[in-house]
């Protein structure tokens, strides 16, 4: 199944309950297109978290797999059983360690999107220069999709334009310092939004202003 573009919103859940995960799961799921669980999560409250919070939306699993092929496709394998719907790879590591999650996805009938130029300052330290790269390297392996940053909407429009018809999802909205509708303009498919939704103290208001501003 593939992640439709409705809201657009994608959650970053990186809360570390698992009771407010679920409460924010119940209250936002059917407004988001999905919601997308990091190490956080997982690591507090257990693999077992991405088939509760399924109940609600699409899972995408953020686990940044940056490893020698094999190890990439178990990792994707005992993702892909939990119930997620999408996984997050590297592409730092090369074609062929991207090449194992893509070909994981295809046997699960699952997604795979693959990590360009990040978000944070630190990504101008090394990524950036080889970003355009690693969105040749993601279509070559036949990735779903690249996550590309709304940090810099100046760079998401050029990563855009070498992405031909792949998604892009875009973190670094709100907190990060990004702006969801300029994000979309410059041609992300979803943004990905966290700390301002979870962190908000309306949870559920904060994500209609974002789906509000994506609308329009
Ligand atoms: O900054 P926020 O709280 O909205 O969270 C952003 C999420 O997206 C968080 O899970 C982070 O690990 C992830 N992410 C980035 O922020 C930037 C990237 O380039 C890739 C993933």
Redesign the pocket.
């Known amino acids: 199944m593939t992640i439709k573009a409705e809201s657009r919103l994608i959650i970053?859940m990186?809360v570390t309950d698992r009771k407010e995960a679920l409460a924010i799961a119940e209250k936002l799921g059917g407004a988001v297109d999905a919601i997308?669980v990091?190490y956080p999560i997982v690591l507090s409250c257990g693999l077992g978290i991405i088939g509760e919070l399924k109940q609600y939306t699409n899972v995408i699993a953020?686990f940044k797999v940056a490893d020698i092929p094999n190890t990439n496709k178990l990792i994707c394998e005992e993702t892909f059983k939990a119930g997620a719907d999408a996984i997050i790879c590297q592409g730092f590591t090369g074609k062929d360690s991207v090449q194992a999650c893509v070909d994981a996805a295809k046997q699960y009938g699952k997604e795979v999107f693959v990590?360009t130029e990040?978000?944070?300052p630190g990504?101008l330290d090394f990524l950036q220069g080889h970003a355009l790269e690693l969105v040749d390297l993601a279509r070559a392996a036949g990735a779903n999709g690249i996550?590309a940053?709304a940090t810099r909407p100046e760079r998401l429009a050029m990563i855009r334009q070498r992405a031909g018809d792949m998604k892009i999802l875009s973190?670094?909205?709100?907190?990060?310092g990004g702006d969801a509708a300029s994000a979309i303009k410059a041609g992300a498919d979803f943004v990905?939004?966290?700390?301002?939704i979870y962190n908000a103290p309306d949870p559920y208001q904060a994500a209609k202003n974002f789906i509000e501003q994506l609308r329009r």
Not at 171 to 176: A, I, L, M, S
Not at 192 to 196: L, T
């Open positions: 970053a990186d997308k990091n953020d990590v990040m978000s944070h990504a996550i940053p973190p670094g909205v709100g907190t990060q990905i939004v966290g700390r301002s």
